[in-house]
């Protein structure tokens, strides 16, 4: 049976890829695909999917600011967004039922705003690949559709821990001591290398966690989120949360293949499910309004939107909870898995032209836009800056100090991380916390300054959105990218970077023309 998954995941996520869709269309396809043909996914899916998902929350975890948690925007934005999706929910259940809809007749207001409670949460699972696929998770729309995912998450996890009876053990207190144990945990860390150890490492940390959280009675997940927000500030962080991103995401197939395996449909069910696909717009507009209410930049609050337009797996356990309690049907069961299974579908189309919608519709979004913005939506100026280095990784911070050393301080480096554009002004870089996708940052610097702009970014998705915002911003300096591949080269001297960089080919001939002075001797 797991050959059969595999060769079917493969072809449908190949043809999904083919007509440029995400590949996670082609597993929900496949998943349905499959139980249509009648077969039956025994309990090794859904243990693979779990894995999945537990790795997933642990690399969350990783790469995760607790104190944005408790930001105003995030918080108030969240919860605020969920009570408005409930209350909205009730209305219109009520009207439904009252025109003789069907499964809304005898829904009276628990059942009805169960459902409001399943539909207003998001997809982690999707919307961290989405981030991810873009290169988007340490950029301002990343982080704050991560920290809403995470309060709507905490939402979850108390509803199922309220809901089903089963209070967590009195030990469950000794929960709030593990960051002492943070030490121990960064010494072990620290002595796993960079090789094997380290993925095997983070599947320890994150299955343990869960194991423990299981035991005292928490949910198993959200022990791999908090142990992963602990190893957070490790210097081996985006190192452990890269090793393990492949193991990640082919477990997380097993999660969009068994979304397939909730139930067969009737007509009327799938016809409800659409329905509430078609509602998608209405849940987006009204979280980037509460995103603007809270002084977010319009771009950010729509960008955020757009990544939390659909609904979530964790909608499905709500669903799953109050079928077993005799508090909705069990047929709500089926029409939420149609839900989320079409809400990824619509997700993935317009994630796709998120940058290109955003460009279209700048001008009355920015209508929403509060006068007033927060601290971090400020722009800071490139001062006395000739040339830009975008991506202040390891290459790019070698960039900057070879053209740093050439032409004293006209080098400006430019990157999304907050942590890392700090790290680097401590050590006496000047650098600037921006993001380069951004259109309002290159027509808010001195753009006619820049002679040079080198993009040191690993996704290289990422160069040509910015060099798009760079040709309507009317720049006219050159321009410099790396890629790893050479299709990636091509594709990015096609988009009009003047020069490309392939560091896995250039490597060896950087080597040897930096050791060639041991024999000139």
Request: aromatic share 10%.
């Amino acid at each position: 049976m797991e050959l059969l998954w595999i060769v079917v995941a493969f072809v449908f996520g190949y043809l999904a890829k083919q007509i440029k869709l995400p590949p996670l269309v082609g597993y929900l396809a496949a998943g349905f695909g499959l139980h249509a043909l009648g077969f039956k996914a025994d309990s090794s899916l859904d243990d693979i999917a779990s894995i999945g998902v537990t790795l997933l929350l642990f690399t969350i975890g990783l790469k995760l600011n607790i104190k944005s948690l408790f930001r105003n925007e995030v918080w108030i934005s969240a919860s605020g967004h969920m009570g408005t999706i409930v209350l909205l929910t009730v209305l219109n259940g009520f009207i439904l039922g009252s025109i003789g809809i069907a499964y809304f007749t005898d829904l009276d207001l628990q059942s009805i705003a169960l459902i409001g409670f399943a539909v207003s949460f998001s997809s982690t699972v999707f919307a961290v690949k989405v981030l991810e696929d873009r290169g988007e998770m340490r950029v301002r729309h990343g982080q704050m559709a991560i920290g809403i995912l995470i309060i709507q998450d905490i939402a979850a996890v108390l509803f199922v821990t309220f809901a089903t009876d089963k209070s967590p053990s009195i030990w469950a207190i000794t929960l709030f001591a593990l960051p002492l144990l943070r030490p121990i945990i960064n010494e072990i860390l620290n002595r796993c290398g960079h090789q094997e150890m380290l993925p095997l490492a983070g599947f320890f940390f994150a299955f343990s966690a869960g194991h423990l959280f299981e035991v005292l009675g928490v949910e198993a997940h959200l022990g791999a989120l908090v142990v992963g927000a602990l190893l957070s500030s490790h210097n081996k962080a985006t190192e452990l949360a890269k090793s393990l991103m492949s193991f990640k995401d082919i477990f997380l197939i097993a999660f969009f293949l068994s979304i397939g395996f909730t139930a067969l449909p009737t007509i009327d069910m799938l016809t409800l499910a659409a329905l509430m696909t078609l509602a998608l717009p209405i849940k987006a507009v009204l979280l980037f309004l509460w995103l603007t209410q809270q002084k977010l930049r319009s771009r950010t609050a729509f960008l955020t939107a757009l990544s939390l337009s659909n609904y979530s797996e964790f909608g499905l356990i709500v669903c799953s909870v109050s079928v077993m309690n005799g508090l909705l049907a069990k047929e709500w069961l089926v029409i939420m898995a149609l839900a989320v299974a079409l809400s990824f579908i619509f997700s993935s189309l317009l994630n796709i032209r998120a940058h290109e919608l955003h460009a279209k519709w700048s001008v009355f979004i920015k209508r929403f836009e509060k006068q007033q913005r927060l601290p971090d939506d400020y722009f800071s100026q490139p001062e006395d800056a000739n040339v830009l280095v975008v991506g202040m990784g390891r290459v790019g911070t070698g960039a900057y100090e070879v053209l740093q050393e050439k032409m004293y301080n006209n080098v400006c480096g430019i990157d999304v991380d907050k942590e890392k554009v700090a790290r680097n002004c401590q050590l006496g870089r000047k650098v600037i916390r921006a993001d380069a996708e951004d259109p309002d940052f290159w027509t808010h610097i001195k753009i006619k300054n820049i002679k040079l702009i080198l993009f040191a970014v690993p996704n290289y998705k990422d160069i040509l959105e910015a060099s798009k915002q760079l040709q309507i911003a009317g720049y006219q300096g050159k321009t410099a990218g790396i890629a790893r591949y050479k299709d990636e080269k091509q594709e990015l001297l096609d988009a009009g970077i003047d020069m490309v960089f392939n560091f896995y080919e250039k490597a060896g001939a950087g080597f040897a023309e930096q050791s060639m002075h041991l024999i000139e001797d």
